[in-house]
């Protein structure tokens, strides 16, 4: 029963206006506060505009100010609130005596921000296998809580219409539940049912099966026959195969040209993933979260997979489903005969280094060069979203997520600045490519968009590019990075037009965008960046940098790195590890000894024409990169000569180093800390090379190197800081858990503050945020009329 307003005799009317910004549509946030409005005895109304959540209540003073609080303390879930004004309106007050909800409207000046996609959740999995219930086995079961957002969201505001669910229209029942403001599926956008919603099928050779059971079971054959089927989920399709058949992993890695880079393996449930990896409770937490990431873990001894799903690693990334379509797909089906999959290869449909697969045209074109069948249906995607990866790290004995990649179920929530700027579009790096589009204080960063190597990815990144533009609104500014020969930098000078181009130097945009995740810009930092490639200011590579910011962030002094080693050959160094190992050696005055790892992995004449290219310097780059230095190590140390994809000695040392118990006899091994800020490895290399003849085990030297570099790191810190006490660690060695608790642990015993990332990640999918903000500083630097000292605001003095 809805209450009505007392007369006006016997309490005081009062009507207020809050307006709630955030991520407030699309979870259930209009329904909580109908409710909320309700049981206080309010009347008013709720409604969404393209800025807001606006909301009026009228009523006793002590109840709208109860309204104020609850409407933030007890919000839903999913809302991430960023601000709620109040105002008191003293027009006269309204004669209605019910709380509405009301159509939603535009607002010219700003744009809420846009919802992630939330994996399914418990209410409706219990509804999926509930066969009393009307959407018993539907494949797109959703609600308020859960489901597709970002991918199918075709503008703002979040409303049906704007949607690619705008093509099915919805049944009486579903359009009931729709416009009841108690129904859990009220204003719930991808609302469907079997009668109405969209339709799932299988397609092999020369067979189509339309009924869904029927389809599911069929795509549970093909997979039990050792198929690959392509599987059309949120953001795209994915290619999946049973993980211990080691012919249809051989095959999957052939048809995608991918060669030793672990796949991610989708598991039924928790105690199913118990069976593949180690899991602690946080690591649990993860897995069950509404983002349903992949979680790199610790790999099971007799884990049952193939070894071609993560060959030679210990790790192992495992998901959860996350759509009505997994959870269907790795259940029985009734009526059939076959056995339903514990467990899946999914991987994302496409061939290594271009951009998943994800519309009509791109499947008949695509898939069936990839797959021998698909499960598909025809809710369209709109925005391609590839899966998101996380590790756990610890910070003060705390479990924290480490985002390696930031996709699907945490794309596009915005990252707070914490002050308004102006609009700029930062278009990342080369590799692990994202870009940022920045709207006043909030920062929208992308999807994972893929290495910058092909037509297809360059075509997916301008069309991406535009659709967060077509949503957010048109940037005034534009940065990249400052190497000369990046794709996305060619890209941002052909379309800057008018507008400012900002080129940032690279490990600047590292550690700037640590400030920006922690709204700390402005803050005076040591920055840590670690990585394997970023141009420097001075046209060599950078990768093992120490930079001091001030409260001027867009500005920073180079005041330490990692001693600079001779890179021969360019790309041919960092995939054959060995070469670099070489280049240690040389710098270090170690000779080149036959009973060396590295040694034995090159030729007679690559020797030689190494030996030259060192002494004469010709076709060699010198590098500071840690990265590099990793690899060096891997190499002297025999984990690896040669990869197959970007990290995986560095990967596999820290697998080996992990290997050994932390409480052993600590193996002498360090960096020298010059009093010019350079990090000289050369004692190290001797040290270890000289334990390696003396027996020492790799693994033990592994862990040595690794809180070797610790300790430099600390000291170095010490050398530099002067007052500042805050540090940042950043770039994609700091990806490495075991070298990342290293640092922090030792730092904050020498009483600094460790900043890391827990939003964007370390690597160079991190890169545009810092890039953005940047660019905004630096505009509003000449707004001020700042005299910038810098290559348009690199800070490369």
């Known amino acids: 029963m809805i209450p009505t307003l007392p007369p006006p005799s016997a309490q005081p009317i009062e009507r207020h206006r809050f307006a709630v910004t955030g991520v407030v549509q699309g979870v259930g946030f209009r329904p909580f506060v109908y409710r909320l409005a309700t049981e206080l005895g309010l009347s008013g109304f709720v409604g969404n505009n393209s800025a807001a959540v606006f909301i009026e209540t009228q009523g006793a003073p002590a109840a709208i100010e109860q309204f104020g609080k609850r409407l933030v303390a007890e919000a839903p879930p999913l809302a991430v609130i960023t601000d709620v004004s109040c105002s008191e309106i003293t027009a006269e007050l309204q004669h209605h005596s019910d709380f509405r909800i009301v159509a939603s409207r535009e607002a010219a000046d700003a744009r809420t921000p846009i919802p992630a996609d939330i994996a399914v959740c418990d209410e409706c999995v219990t509804e999926l296998f509930d066969p009393a219930n009307r959407r018993y086995r539907h494949p797109f079961i959703t609600c308020t809580n859960c489901g597709p957002r970002f991918t199918i969201i075709r503008g703002l505001p979040y409303d049906r219409p704007a949607t690619t669910m705008a093509d099915f229209d919805m049944c009486d029942r579903c359009t009931t539940e729709y416009h009841d403001p108690t129904d859990r599926r009220f204003h719930a956008q991808p609302i469907a049912c079997p009668d109405c919603g969209p339709a799932l099928w299988f397609a092999g050779e020369r067979t189509r099966v339309t009924e869904a059971d029927a389809a599911l079971a069929a795509a549970q054959r093909a997979l039990s026959d050792g198929k690959i089927v392509g599987i059309k989920g949120i953001g795209g399709y994915h290619l999946a195969c049973a993980p211990d058949n080691a012919d249809a992993v051989a095959e999957l890695r052939r048809r995608k040209a991918r060669r030793g880079k672990p796949f991610a393996v989708l598991v039924r449930d928790v105690e199913v993933a118990r069976t593949y990896a180690d899991i602690t409770d946080a690591e649990a937490a993860i897995l069950t979260s509404p983002a349903r990431p992949v979680v790199l873990l610790t790999r099971r001894s007799g884990a049952p997979v193939t070894d071609g799903v993560a060959p030679g690693s210990p790790l192992i990334g495992l998901m959860l489903p996350y759509s009505p379509i997994h959870h269907l797909l790795l259940s029985s089906i009734p009526g059939s005969s076959g056995t339903a999959p514990h467990a899946l290869v999914l991987t994302s449909a496409n061939r290594s280094d271009e951009p998943i697969c994800y519309t009509d045209d791109d499947a008949a074109r695509q898939l069936p060069k990839l797959a021998d069948a698909v499960l598909d249906h025809n809710r369209p995607i709109h925005v391609p979203c590839d899966d998101s990866v996380v590790r756990v790290s610890w910070d003060n004995n705390e479990a924290r997520e480490l985002p390696i990649r930031r996709s699907r179920g945490y794309v596009p929530l915005p990252v707070d600045l914490g002050w308004n700027g102006p609009p700029v579009l930062a278009v990342g790096g080369e590799l692990k490519t994202t870009f940022c589009l920045t709207d006043g204080r909030r920062a929208y960063c992308s999807a994972h968009i893929g290495d910058m190597g092909t037509v297809a990815t360059l075509k997916s990144f301008t069309h991406s590019v535009r659709q967060l533009c077509d949503m957010r609104g048109q940037p005034v500014r534009i940065a990249a990075d400052l190497h000369p020969r990046y794709v996305t930098r060619s890209w941002a000078e052909h379309n800057a037009d008018e507008r400012p181009l900002d080129l940032i130097q690279h490990h600047h945009a590292h550690v700037v965008s640590l400030l920006a995740e922690h709204q700390m810009l402005g803050h005076p930092i040591i920055g840590v960046a670690f990585d394997g490639t970023g141009y420097g200011c001075d046209a060599t590579i950078w990768g093992g940098e120490i930079l001091a910011l001030g409260p001027d962030s867009h500005h920073f002094t180079r005041v330490g790195h990692l001693a600079a080693l001779p890179m021969a050959g360019g790309d041919a160094a ?172 030792r730092l904050e015993r020498a009483g600094f503050t460790v900043l890391s990332h827990r939003i964007v990640p370390p690597n160079d999918g991190g890169l545009a945020l810092g890039q953005a903000a940047i660019s905004a500083l630096t505009a509003l630097g000449e707004d001020d009329h700042a005299v910038l000292t810098t290559v348009r605001s690199s800070g490369c003095a």
């Open 574 to 745: 960092v995939r054959n590890p060995w070469r670099m190992a070489l280049a240690a050696l040389w710098h270090s005055r170690v000779q080149w000894a036959p009973d060396l790892a590295p040694v034995k992995a090159a030729s007679t004449a690559e020797l030689r024409l190494l030996r030259t290219q060192f002494t004469t310097r010709g076709a060699c780059v010198a590098t500071s990169s840690m990265g590099r230095l990793f690899d060096a190590v891997a190499a002297l140390l025999g984990v690896r000569q040669h990869i197959e994809y970007e990290g995986q000695a560095a990967i596999e040392l820290e697998a080996l180093a992990a290997s050994v118990a932390d409480d052993l006899e600590p193996v002498p091994m360090r960096l020298e800390v010059k009093a010019d800020g350079t990090i000289d490895p050369a004692p190290m290399i001797v040290s270890i090379v000289d334990e390696l003849r003396r027996g020492s085990a790799p693994a033990r030297l592994a862990w040595a190197f690794h809180q070797a570099v610790a300790v430099a790191v600390c000291n170095i810190v010490g050398q530099v800081a002067a007052k500042t006490r805050t540090v940042g660690l950043t770039g994609g060695v700091f990806q490495n858990v075991l070298l990342l608790a290293a640092c922090r642990q």
